[in-house]
T-cell receptor, first 112, second 117 residues
Framework: EDKVVQSPLSLVVHEGDTVTLNCSYEVTNFRSLLWYKQEKKAPTFLFMLTSSGIEKKSGRLSSILDKKELFSILNITATQTGDSAIYLCAVTFTGTASKLTFGTGTRLQVTL | GAVVSQHPSRVICKSGTSVKIECRSLDFQATTMFWYRQFPKQSLMLMATSNEGSKATYEQGVEKDKFLINHASLTLSTLTVTSAHPEDSSFYIC?????????????FGPGTRLTVL
């Protein structure tokens, strides 16, 4: 059975802290791993990772994939209250036309 | 960027009634759309893949007679929750695949919150 597990499940940090969110997967026919941020409604896309060891960066957020150890991390530096959200990772599979299997999610709360 | 809309955004219904939720791709065509449900404080769970012009593909454990999916056109997929019960109360989100070749990104609708009394 395909599994995507995120840790921690929830996290409370102070503004300015750096956080690392984890996503591990055990799936067959892996194609890519994606990170999303969900605030109140629809998830918004952050990163898509397909190759090991290549960091993707956008502002204070960065992410990297390790296909040997089957995990990815999402880093957020200098956190702000606006970073408070659920962070979701999802994997796609070869031959299944963009179907996403989501992880358990990490709820991040950034306090003043 | 591509936009996906859902209607209604919120619905409250009585137990035993049926509810239809629409998912539209507003500025692009989508031969495939996906339906997810999300319980409070939980992740998104894929329910089914909606295919334009053919039957939907349901994930294991999802009752196809309970959650009817119709993909009548290249811009519209509908999810009908039949004979709804309180345990069907959830947040339902649809998505459509990204437009760029070689990308697995998806565009998500804003979701529909269903409450069954």
């Amino acid at each position: 059975e395909d599994k995507v597990v995120q840790s921690p499940l929830s996290l409370v940090v102070h503004e300015g802290d750096t956080v690392t969110l984890n996503c591990s997967y055990e799936v067959t026919n892996f194609r890519s791993l994606l990170w999303y941020k969900q605030e109140k409604k629809a998830p918004t896309f952050l990163f898509m990772l397909t190759s090991s060891g290549i960091e993707k960066k956008s502002g204070r957020l960065s992410s990297i994939l390790d296909k040997k150890e089957l995990f990815s991390i999402l880093n957020i530096t200098a956190t702000q209250t606006g970073d408070s959200a659920i962070y979701l990772c999802a994997v796609t599979f070869t031959g299944t036309a963009s179907k996403l299997t989501f992880g358990t999610g990490t709820r991040l709360q950034v306090t003043l | 960027g591509a936009v996906v809309s859902q209607h209604p955004s919120r619905v409250i219904c009585k137990s035993g009634t049926s509810v239809k939720i629409e998912c539209r791709s507003l500025d692009f065509q989508a031969t495939t759309m996906f339906w997810y449900r999300q319980f409070p404080k939980q992740s998104l769970m894929l329910m089914a893949t909606s295919n334009e012009g053919s039957k939907a593909t349901y994930e294991q454990g999802v009752e196809k007679d309970k959650f009817l999916i119709n993909h009548a056109s290249l811009t519209l997929s509908t999810l009908t929750v039949t004979s709804a019960h309180p345990e069907d109360s959830s947040f339902y989100i649809c998505s459509a695949p990204g437009l760029l070749t070689g990308t697995d990104t998806q565009y998500f609708g804003p979701g529909t919150r269903l409450t069954v009394l």
